[in-house]
């Protein structure tokens, strides 16, 4: 009873300790220890969480686009671990698949109230708040987005709750030619083909090589294209010389007002390999 009670209690620490949605291993040695851990072993079996994320019932006031609404409260929301094309305003015109995306979730969300989740990082740089945003029949609106073709998935660690959903959606929307997967503004276009424009694009290329500074790690496509990685971030990718010679699918947006350009990649789900 003891051995339960103590492993419940690090279980529980783990968790609290920014492994919210992480895995936990537990493991029994010859003598029957029993420990967990965050890292997996040869006999270490993984851990269900039984703990569930609170989520918190708002009334929404004002959709502003297809990835960011505003609440009765007056507070911002930008929905997590997605990106939808910008819509048009007096500075700019609509990008193809914004003014859908705003109408889309407009509709969804005409007299509803909705439910905010939130994760690691409740805030971005803009003082938005970011959270998960489920209707009341418990539809999750960020993942409804991206299946239907209306949104990309864009993730930022350690905003990581509910990866694996997102990118099921975004496969079954690109499989289908759903939405932005159909129009010609995201179809694949070659790393040598690459000039100064805005918004989401895929680039396609093969990896030359790699250097290094202080806070990044570069993987060269060609003279014109760069990938940006975050050291901060690396634990979430495979060793990236196993990316040189290989040809890749870059997803993200253009940094640099001429050439060379860069893509900041966050997580591996936006550098992809590709069958050659």
Excluded: C
Excluded at 126 to 137: G, S
Aim: no cysteine.
């Amino acid at each position: 009873m003891n051995k339960l009670i103590n492993g419940m209690i690090i279980i529980s620490l783990l968790l609290q300790a920014n492994f919210l949605r992480a895995d936990v291993y537990r493991s029994q040695d010859e003598t029957g220890h029993i420990s967990y851990s965050d890292k997996s072993s040869a006999n270490a079996t993984l851990q269900k969480p039984t703990t569930h994320s609170q989520r918190y019932k708002n009334k929404v006031a004002y959709v502003y686009d297809g990835d960011t609404i505003k609440l009765e409260n007056g507070e911002k929301i930008r929905l997590l671990g997605i990106d939808t094309p910008e819509v048009a305003s007096h500075y700019r015109k609509a990008v193809a698949g914004g003014n859908i995306a705003q109408k889309w979730l407009r509709q969804k969300l005409k007299d509803q109230s909705v439910y905010l989740e939130y994760d690691q990082e409740q805030r971005d740089k803009y003082k938005r708040v970011l959270a998960h945003v489920f209707l009341e029949n418990g539809e999750h609106l960020n993942v409804a987005l991206v299946k239907e073709g209306l949104a990309i998935v864009n993730l930022f660690p350690p905003n990581l709750r509910y990866k694996d959903e997102l990118l099921a959606a975004q496969k079954t929307a690109q499989q289908q030619q759903l939405g932005m997967w159909a129009m010609k503004r995201y179809q694949l276009t070659s790393a040598d083909k690459v000039r100064k424009v805005s918004g989401w694009k895929r680039y396609q290329g093969t990896v030359q090589s790699i250097k290094n500074n202080r806070k990044y790690v570069r993987l060269f496509i060609n003279k014109k294209l760069n990938i940006r990685i975050a050291k901060q971030n690396l634990y979430l990718f495979p060793e990236l010389e196993s990316y040189i010679g290989q040809t890749v699918e870059i997803r993200g947006w253009l940094s640099g007002k001429k050439s060379p350009f860069s893509i900041l990649v966050r997580h591996p789900s936006a550098l992809i390999l590709l069958e050659q």
